[in-house]
């Protein structure tokens, strides 16, 4: 062969193409003839390669393509880093669909599935994970001999006493600030540590295993049925089962020897979710989330790709995960909006994941008690198989609902003097009591009482909010920060007005209404050391706290069993969204919030205090339920055209010029109007976005929608090399979004 023998290779950057690079001179002149044999010695493989007068580490993703570029402008690639490829040509092919569906660079996608040691070039073979356990001294200690008053310690010692060894991040997970004590007790000689395989080794408690019901038996019996490829939705109402169909399911899947990954959303996966999927399956389950450090995260992502565990268990960026033998993958809450990348590389996880399964043709299994309009019209319109569960399990009764007209009401702190009664009368029967308000901090407005002055962001389009633990101003959007003005900058008046309220304040007022009772506040003020919330959540469902206050962190998949009533407080505002999605989202955070209650024997109720009680989205929900308002938002859906029954693609534009940013997007819709298109198309805009101005940026966006994904990115591709070619493009920051989930 020739030696102009060359590659692709992926880097990391804005690179519209892989880059061409010529083999080093000695592999060159050793290649053989056979182009398919001499492929596979390359394709997947990490090399370093010379790049503007620095080593990148990249990733060779094609062999010998025509890139019209002459050899002698190509420099050679410097060596391989590895005795092995990290890709095959399976996970290869998915990151080139994901690629050019989402428009983003092969390279940033490559990187994506990379953990950041390999993108930095450590060596593949893994060092080994750091772990703690008992030493021959620690284990004649009891439980008992620490202080009785000293909770964390005790609970933290017993953890080490129940299990073989801990790692950090399963601390992590399950305790905060325990690095003090963990140092303490190795310097006692109580603990030892040991440098060994990044599966730390734990006993696994064995499980209570229930008999599926028919429903259930049903479910699990279809997806068994199908072969190669299917997408199933698994529609069952909080509290059906429907993780006992996954472990059911995943049982079977393990016993043929393959792998199967579970996605769940960012907030869902607390250590009792891992524990509960361990206990089942009697094996250890391979954790990716974002509380891992950079060396667990290479860890889970070799023992998958080598075969050395069988289940992961992570949020959205783990289904990028190379894996050995995959035969299953699972999306719990399917509907929830963590599985949607909102920037960089704008992706949703459900969709790649069932492209990815349609890829090695098995199956995958999408589960909710909400699901999306576009997950319920694939199912009753065929394309996917559709699996119910209309009962809630173990006999517990679903959850009555009712709305709470507080018009004309003395409401003090948001509150109705019947809510309050109806906690009263909740604690008193020994019921738990969760008070639902989806803004945190004190207040979302402050205001000068003599002339009327508001803080507001000097970066963004938004109000600061109160807070008054820290007395200070912030804004959630920018993560702005100012303390507390003394006197107002517009008039010097000293008298300000906290207007509207938030989970601080609530707290503060239910504090004051209930002083014989434990409140707990869990909101992202209140959780943000590692560990605090898994923490909280435990606590919440050991019923030591008798009012829990949280915004959407405690919406999701959690099980408070002794939960008896649920008032939620100003989700009036959902009703009125600029947004298409917004009552959708709305019915699905009630009904979420709503399934908290009445899990276990007692039965639960659901408060609603509102301004609206004719309001149809409501009287539709409480009447018919989720499938009702569905039928009906699917109905209008599809009259407006709107997804499921159109698709969408949003081009963002942010720019400390607003001129420059309208100018770009008018540039574009000129080039789109320019395309003769075949299937109707139609192009919005370019309008301010919902948040007009953001950390000092403005931001606009152009809409472009056409009735299938086809004809859509047909549509862009006509126009993107132009796109790029533009003078301004280099100039603003902008972004494509592919089904984009907030418009
Ligand atoms: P979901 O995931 O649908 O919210 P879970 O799988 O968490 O529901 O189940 C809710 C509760 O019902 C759990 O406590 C679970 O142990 C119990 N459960 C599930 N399936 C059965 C069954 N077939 N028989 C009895 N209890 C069950
Ligand atoms: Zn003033
Ligand atoms: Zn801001």
């Given at each position: 062969m020739t030696p102009s023998l060359r590659v692709q290779v992926a880097l990391p950057?804005?690179?519209?193409?892989?880059?061409?690079?010529?083999?080093?001179?000695d592999v060159a002149n050793q290649a053989t003839v056979d182009l398919q044999a001499w492929s596979q010695g390359w394709l997947g493989w990490r090399v370093a390669v010379p790049f503007r007068n620095q080593t990148k580490i990249a990733v060779v993703v094609g062999v010998n393509q025509d890139d019209g570029v002459d050899a002698s402008k190509l420099k050679p690639l410097l060596h391989k880093l590895d005795d092995e490829p990290l890709f095959n040509a399976q996970d290869l092919a998915f990151l080139h669909?994901?690629?050019?569906?989402y428009h983003e660079p092969l390279g940033e996608v490559v990187m994506a599935a990379l953990p950041k040691r390999l993108r930095v070039g450590k060596p593949l073979s893994l060092p080994g994970v750091v772990t703690w356990q008992r030493s021959v001294l620690g284990q004649t200690v009891s439980v008992d001999q620490l202080s009785a008053r000293a909770h964390k310690q005790r609970a933290l010692w017993q953890a080490f006493c129940d299990d073989q060894a801990w790692s950090s991040s399963q601390l992590n997970a399950a305790f905060?600030?325990?690095q003090p004590l963990v140092k303490r007790w190795v310097e006692q000689g109580w603990l030892v540590v040991s440098e060994g395989?990044?599966?730390a080794q734990k006993t696994l408690p064995a499980s209570v295993r229930h008999s599926l019901n028919e429903e259930q038996a049903a479910a699990v019996a279809q997806v068994q049925a199908s072969k190669g490829f299917r997408c199933f939705l698994l529609d069952g109402v909080t509290g059906s089962g429907k993780t006992e169909v996954y472990l059911a399911l995943i049982e079977q899947v393990l016993a043929q020897g393959k792998q199967v990954l579970v996605l769940v959303p960012e907030i869902g996966l607390t250590p009792q979710t891992a524990a509960r999927f361990e206990a089942y399956l009697q094996q250890p389950v391979v954790a990716l989330h974002s509380g891992l450090n950079d060396q667990e995260r290479h860890c889970a992502w070799q023992v998958m790709r080598r075969g050395e565990a069988q289940v992961?268990?992570?949020?959205?960026?783990?289904?990028?995960?190379?894996f050995a033998n995959l035969g299953l993958c699972i999306l719990d809450e399917e509907h929830d909006l963590s599985f949607k990348q909102q920037d960089g590389f704008r992706y949703y996880a459900r969709d790649l994941l069932i492209r990815r399964a349609q890829m090695l043709q098995i199956p995958v299994v999408l589960g909710s008690a909400t699901p999306s309009m576009e997950s319920l019209h694939n199912a009753q319109s065929g394309r996917f198989g559709y699996l119910r569960l209309s009962q809630r399990a173990a006999n517990a009764q679903p959850p009555q609902l009712r709305l709470l007209?507080?018009?004309?009401?003395?409401?003090?702190?948001?509150?109705?003097?019947k809510a309050l009664h109806q906690m009263r009368e909740a604690l008193a029967a020994g019921g738990q009591v969760l008070v639902f308000l989806n803004r945190r901090g004190f207040a979302p407005v402050l205001l000068c009482h003599s002339c009327g002055w508001q803080g507001s962001c000097s970066h963004c389009d938004a109000n600061l909010t109160y807070h008054q633990a820290s007395d200070s101003l912030k804004c959630h959007h920018c993560g702005f920060q100012q303390p507390k003005p003394k006197a107002c900058p517009a008039c010097g008046a000293t008298q300000f007005v906290a207007l509207g309220q938030g989970t601080e304040r609530l707290e503060q007022f239910l504090t004051q209404q209930f002083p014989t009772h434990s409140i707990l506040r869990i909101d992202r003020d209140t959780t943000r050391?590692?560990?605090?919330?898994?923490?909280?959540?435990g606590q919440a469902r050991d019923g030591a706290a008798d009012i829990l206050i949280g915004t959407q962190m405690l919406a999701k998949g959690h099980h408070f069993p002794k939960l008896t009533l649920v008032v939620m407080l100003d989700l009036d505002q959902g009703l009125f969204s600029v947004d298409f999605r917004g009552a959708e989202r709305m019915a699905q955070l009630l009904v979420q919030v709503a399934g908290r209650a009445g899990r276990a024997s007692q039965p639960g109720r659901v408060l609603i205090q509102t301004h609206q009680p004719e309001h149809p989205t409501y009287q539709q929900l409480l009447r018919e339920g989720y499938a009702g308002f569905a039928a009906d938002t699917l109905r209008d859906r599809q009259l407006a055209n709107l997804p499921p029954f159109g698709f969408q693609l949003l081009v963002r534009v942010e720019a400390v010029d607003s001129n420059q940013a309208v100018a770009f997007l008018e540039a574009i819709k000129d080039l789109l109007l320019a395309v003769p298109v075949s299937q109707p198309c139609e192009v919005w805009g370019p309008v301010t976005a919902p948040m007009?101005?953001?950390?000092?940026?403005?931001?606009?966006?152009?809409?472009?929608?056409?009735?299938?994904?086809?004809?859509?990115?047909?549509?862009?591709?006509?126009?993107?090399?132009?796109?790029?070619?533009?003078?301004?493009?280099?100039?603003?920051?902008?972004?494509?979004?592919?089904?984009p989930q907030e418009t």
């Open positions: 950057g804005p690179f519209w193409q892989p880059l061409s690079y010529l083999l080093p001179d669909w994901a690629a050019s569906y905060s600030q325990w395989a990044c599966l992961m268990l992570g949020t959205r960026s783990a289904l990028f995960t190379p007209d507080v018009r004309g009401d003395r409401l003090q702190e948001g509150l109705s003097n050391l590692k560990g605090s919330l898994a923490e909280k959540v007009a101005k953001r950390q000092n940026r403005w931001r606009y966006q152009l809409l472009l929608q056409a009735e299938t994904r086809g004809s859509l990115q047909a549509w862009w591709q006509a126009v993107a090399a132009d796109v790029y070619a533009h003078p301004l493009a280099n100039r603003i920051r902008w972004s494509i979004d592919v089904d």
